[in-house]
């Protein structure tokens, strides 16, 4: 099926399923400890061997020497593999670091052998036996050093041109009676989340099977397959369940590499987890920015120059963090530029992390913002809202497809009680705590990307639904299994729903906020085909028939829907493709984002009172889990705005922090209430379900919202992210 | 981790004397340190001598009205036990602000007093650390140092001692009992207990060989207002960045220990001969000498600050 005009009145409106705040499918298997994470597929797989991986210790140079001997005398040891034996190896089209180091080293932590023993404790003892010999290399480590030498990086194949410009930028700026200029930097972040990466791998003569945590099935074959040259076709992916991804399990990554090798080498399935100490360097990370954002305003508050550029870095060859993305579109104005620079760094590679580019950019601009604001002595969202547009201000004549960013921050102010914020900072002083207010708009790109599915109708009358799209705690087999319910008019109940495992139909996957809008897609296309077949096979007309409470209706004639099957199961299958109308239609999520936080006025202490998002984000497939999404945005926005960084040893090139222990993401007591209204809206241009994806957008602003609420409370605005005690303490306003 | 032998002791005398016949021995409680050490290979003990089974977890009353807690007593029950909270408030305070209520429930009197430094450095066997290779020098001074610690530093370590509780037990003047493996007993002074880095950071405590730890005796309780201050980034599950314990006495004088900036709870009589003439007066003597790096030079502003914070709270 294709999805290239808008969509009209179909099965979905009917909303008896789609749009109600269903429980978890798989909740209970999660909540009890009984749903099998790829670490856990013992029973998949037995007997099993135990992979151990070693990382680098330095952060640039190469192995002059590995001498092996005592570690595979080792007690249990079964093989070693390094680059030494591992044969020729490629790497992914997604990622550029290298799963197995060696002989050059490119960053720390990056694997430099794997170690197989029977038990997971020998493996790991093993490999303290390993003597790696290094030379050491001059590197890259410390972005600011490192900006002069950044260029403009090539086109990627996500996110914004690296440069863009609508009008005379320079021009307008100069002439603009308000002005301003800012700097602004955030540091490295981690996913953290809480799965590890972990693999079993298995071959079978020349079949290769994983059981595996990745979000994107079909990007894991692709890339496995390039990555150990064999064939697409004989590899098997399995990721039933997923700890988090965060955007880090895009693909695969060292542990499914180094598992595939290890088990050839073992001859025997071989299981590996990321130690937790590894993974901060091992893996990837959303990479530190420094960002200048340059407003131009008339004194009623119109923005007439918006110029916004970026400097990132990575390993060679690796992405740029677009942070410029949500400021092409986001506020009105009409001459503008946007550049992104890229730098070369021997830090471990930065990818995508959720709502890559526009999570730092919007960290930036919409601090950028509310000093802009307070420059034109005006409020912040009505500043916002003077500067709304519905057309896409690099293309006036592209409108969008939906945009209520003005009703969000109307609601949310209303709702949040922002009438009662002080214009004035550090005004409010209320038992040793500076309270204040802040806030920011989010915006999120709604993107779809083709996605299959294979529906089934059994004898019984239980659907089936098989697409290799994952679950990766969002809630996909909850959704998917209202979309199905809701097409073939069944109880969720009587649906079945098989989530990832890569010989299913290839799906979007999960991943840029577009897993939701897409996937359901797919299966909404399926069950058209389905329901045709049903049809035809009850002899109905099927452009006349409903299907309803586990019935099939046309004019006279209500069928049970298992009559269809009488003669054996029904299967379709189908591909939804998107046509153009992401492209004739501007298509983004929107959001307002409302805080309050309270400062000791003694320490500098910084903690939330309380968080508010109000979204637009079309139709809502399922209340609860959109709310989830939602409020694990703002909590990681939370983390990034107080406490997340990779803290970068300039001298020994990595990034001290990597543990849970010192790499703090908020615990519950940093969030104490939270709240989401979901505006009413379908979004007729974005897919048949009239749906957009909301993993990314409660991210996005979160972080800028409590800045702008610190600054508020104190009078202190602070800059570069996390916005920590130490950095207020100089400046807190005297009490009394 | 390395392979190690285990024995589970079953008196004092059994215990004391495993750790006189096994110089590579380590006693284990908890574990909730210890076994990460080992897992990192940071502490490669050859024999574990499990002192869980000793019947120390305990809390009784001491002859000259304090109290005694048994080694063994574990975070939770201490902070929970009821003669704690209405005369040592500060002490259950301090031990609810530290670590998650799982490690507390497992984590002891004495092995929270013997924990060792969390310093990034530390943990990374990559990685210079006098602690664990003398001579191998410090990562931490010109490195990630915005939690190391500001006073008692020296050129070869500016590691920090993460305990909470034991800042409490410092401010209201703990004692520690030990045991040797001769059969001496000896109190020392918690203030005495931990050395300061110098030029051997590896030798954190002064305990003899195979010297256990069987009980924290307080003396008798103090009266006055009881108040432990955590400043952190996060509201909690983090590590002092500055604490203060404080028992605040109602003609203005106390006693006060700062945790978070020091190799051990940082007190000085002196400094709170200054008590009545507030924060700023005890601080400075407090943290007279100082040495801080650009990254914690914060801390010595943000402890006068907290050190008069729990002042006012004593006083509203």
Redesign the interface.
Known sequence: MKFDTPASTNPIDQMKVIGQPKDRVEGKLKTTGTATYAYEQQAAVSPTAYGYVVGSAIGKGRISSIDSSEARQASGVITIVTYENAGQLDRGEFYVDRALAGPKIDHYHQAVAIVVAHTFEQARAASALLRVYYVREPGAYDLAAQRASATTPAPGAFGPPPHTATGDFEGAFKQAAVTLDGHYTTPDHAHAMMEPHATIAQWQGNKLTLWTSIQQMNWGVRDLAKTLGISKDNIHLISPYIGGGFGGKGTILCDAVLASLAARAAGRPVKVALPRPLMFNNLTHRPATIQRIRLGANPDGTLTAVGHESWSGNLRGGRTEAATASTRTLYAGANRMTRLYLAELDLAEGSAMRAPGEAPGMMALEIAMDEMAEKLAMDPVKFRVINDTQVDPEQPDRRFSQRQLVECLNTGADHFGWARRSTQPAKELHDGWWIGLGMASAIRGAPTTKSAARVRLDRKGMVTVETDMTDIGTGSYTIIAQTAAEMMGVDMDKVNVYLGDSRFPESSGSGGQWGAASSTAGVYAACVKLREAVATTLGLDPTKTEFIDGHVREGSNNLPLAQATIDGDLQAEDVMEFGDLAKQYAQQTFGAHFVEVGVNAATGEIRIRRQLAVCAAGRILNPKTARSQIIGGMTMGAGAALMEEMIVDHRLGYFVNHDLAGYEVPVHADIPHQEVIFLDEVDAYATPLKAKGVGELGISGAAAAIANAVYNATGIRVRDYPITLDKLIDHLPAVG | ???FTYERATSLPHAVNAAANNPGARFIAGGTNLLDLM???IEIPQHLIDVNGLALDEITPTEDGGLRIGAMVRNTDLAAAPQVRRDYAVLSKALLAGASGQLRNKATTAGNLLQRT?C??F??T??PCNKRRPGAGC?AI???S?QQAIVGVSDACIASHPSDMAVAMRALGARVETLNSDGQVRTIDLADLYSAPGTTPHIENILNNGELITAVTLPKPLGGEHIYYK?????????A?VSVAAIVLPDRTGQLALGGVAYKPWRSEEAEAYLPDGAKAVARQLLAGANPTAQNA?KI??AE??I??AL?TASS
């Open positions: 981790m390395k392979s897992k990192l290979e969390r990034a450095y943990y990374d990559h990685q990562s010109g490195g990630a915005r400043v952190r980034d996060r509201a909690s599950y983090a590590f960045l914060f502003k943000l600050r907290t008069g914070l006012s």
